[in-house]
């Protein structure tokens, strides 16, 4: 007669899979909740402590851990001399193995818990099962997932046995889980122990779903999150249209890291490929939507929206007169959400703006490598900037020198934004040079640009970006400082009657 070990914490399909195992003729090996929870569906089962001929000790953490296991997992069935060893020692055969691990990610989520209790559900027996089971998978199927609880109760059906590609598969799939089991308990303690850039990182995240294609139809890809419920695109519920892409994703992220810094203020924020188009604040979401519409009604087209108060019907109203691929919001109004679904396609999506922020790293691939930095979560308040020119701002041309600071950290370097009445007024992205980037975005802003502030994400080299800001009437401006040119700039200022401040931080952002 054939075993089965089965122990799992998950036990979702459980007796309906046990059941079907023990139709076909076999044995079933459990312990502890399994046992009993096997045993109450009508089960027959066989102690563990029955297999190893000694008891389960120090509260169930030793248990498994015993050559009557792990010599009946490891066999190799076609090696004579450990068929030989296994008879001579009475150990049968372990012909298949159902194991997974203690919840210890989903213990780590719950509020209030301790560090004992974190350290208690860290497995031992069950990950040292699922090894040998795999490395033997030869000759024993192994899972981990209940969603293959089917596939092999037919292959077993039909053939009495799995076959040799889905046991491999099988194996591949344990290994992965055991991996990431053990990167998460990594990652949890190394934190504790604030080692920021230890000497080897390994990152685990879980598929949310495949993607139709990547950045163009050519490529394939896949969106993966991690294990953290944080104010992020990764946690985001998509409650309506047609599935996100790759490049949605990617927007979609952008636009949310945005709105982030406008905490304490309602905002909205335009985005198409990975810059913004528009951002906006105002007293109500509808004058926010207002504003950052209209400093770009051309680019906005086919872009992604993100706010961060609930969307009311009136907003819903102008929202829908346009062609959009996402709404992010924290909610919908029920006859807002209504109204935006008559459109079949559009996705509108809900996220919870008061999760924490997410991680304080950023991590960056390169081909065969990973860079990791920490996030640019830097920010300055109005009493940390010099005034560097004669003539100092005016509080209304502080609120809006504040305003393109937050936003220019978002636009991708060399970057230079334009601010007037609460909205951007001009944007200039990703150009090889800063007087590009500031002529760039006077050109979008137009007759705007007059009375309009400045901000760059880094320093001047020379006075040509405050002269071409001069001649299109901007009023003030906010950057970095720290050039060893910068008196240039100031001086270029002073004549022209433009204010300057310096916040000793820049925002490269590539």
Sequence with gaps: ?????????????????????????????????????????????????????????????????????HGALLCVRSNPEHVKQLQELGIAYIDLVCVNLYPFKQTLLKPGVTHEEIIENIDIGGPSMLRSASKNYQSIPVLVDPNDYDAVLKELRENGETCPITREFLAAKVFRHTAAYDAIIAEYLTQRTNEKFPETITLTYDKVQDLRYGENPHQQAAFYQNRNPRYSMANAKQLHGKELSYNNIQDANAAIEILKDFDGQIAVVGLKHMNPCGVGIGNTLLEAWDKAYEADSTSIFGGIVAMNAPVDLA??????????????????????????????????????????VSSKLKVTNVNDGLLVQDADLGTVRESELTCVTKRKPTEAEMKQLMMAWKVVKHVKSN???????????????????????????????????????????????????????????????????????????????????????????????H
């Design 1 to 69: 007669m054939k075993r089965a070990l089965v122990s799992v914490s998950d036990k979702t399909n459980l007796v309906p899979f046990v059941s079907g195992l023990v139709e076909l003729g076999y044995e079933i090996i459990s312990t502890g909740g399994t046992k009993k929870a096997l045993e109450e569906a009508g089960i027959a089962t066989i102690s563990i402590s029955d297999v190893t001929g000694f008891p389960e000790i120090m509260d169930g953490r030793v248990k498994t851990l015993h050559p009557n296991v």
């Design 315 to 356: 907003t819903a109203e102008k929202l829908s007169q346009i062609f959009l691929e996402i709404i992010i919001a924290p909610a919908f109004e029920e006859e807002a959400f209504a109204l935006l679904a008559k459109k079949k396609n559009i996705r509108l999506m809900t996220l919870d703006t008061s999760l924490e």
């Design 415 to 509: 970057a230079i934004v334009l601010v007037k009445d609460d909205m951007t007024v001009g944007v200039g992205a990703g150009q090889m040079n800063r007087v590009g980037a500031a002529k760039i975005a006077i050109e979008q802003a137009q007759e705007k640009a007059k009375g309009a502030v400045m901000g760059s994400d880094a320093f001047f080299p020379l006075p040509d970006t405050v002269e071409a800001a001069a001649a299109a009437g901007i009023t003030a401006i906010i950057q970095p400082g720290g050039s060893i040119k910068d008196q240039l700039s100031v001086d270029a200022c002073d004549a022209a009657g433009i204010a300057m401040v310096y916040t000793g931080m820049r925002h490269f952002k």
